[in-house]
């Protein structure tokens, strides 16, 4: 700050003209964050970051209705994803598929999926991201996948109040012990529920590596900072059009 022209800047805003800070403009221009120039103050002096009692009621409200409204439209789906694993693996493999993920403050939760890998998938113990064209995937876990319909059973962790119908994406604590230890402000992430969509899932393709977990962080903390009921719905009409076309699965 010692070496801006500040008192030229003062005549500027007298005069009428707007100035903005670098992080906000980019934030502005780029619907993200810029990781490089958060510093305290980004969180501390911030004019967003709603995390008033009214926000936390409708935010849950939000997530209730839209979840109840899936479930009443997608249960005959449900079914028949249901009928069509246990024909596939001829009843020898459990439908669903369990996983610890990291959620709010840091705090560990089941996460409940449509099985769409083999059951063998990991057998050496050794969590790995999901790639392109991945082998470990079966038939019905690649439509599963690209229609987001593995992701229907996530609505029990919501309406049990572990995740949110918008937020950022939750991940495996394996990978996140050491994204938090690499990356500065990975945790700020987590001040918020994970969402079964979300700004960072729309705006960037599936990450499959540390350097995409990094563009994605920068898309969760723009989420994070203006998060809104309005930016929510934003987010839910633009991932129907993304489940609808198929765009971004893997």
Known sequence: RRSLPMLDLVACRLAGVKVLELDAFYERECG??????IQPSWCVFAGSFDTSALRQITKRGFDLTVAITILLLAWPLM??????SWIESRGRAPVLYAQERVGQNGASFRLYKFRSMRTDAESDGVARWAQAGDSRVTALGRIMRKTRL?????LWNV???EMSIVGPRPERPEFVAGLTERIPHYGLRHCVR????GWAQLRFPYGASEA???EKLRYDLYYVKFQSLRFDLLILLQTVEVVLFGRGAR
């Open 32 to 37: 993200k964050a810029a990781l490089d120039l």
């Open 79 to 84: 079914l028949l994803v249901v009928l069509a």
């Open 150 to 154: 593995d992701e229907l059973p996530q």
């Open 159 to 161: 309406l049990k109040g």
């Open 194 to 197: 994970p969402g079964l969509a």
């Open 212 to 214: 995409d977990a990094v």
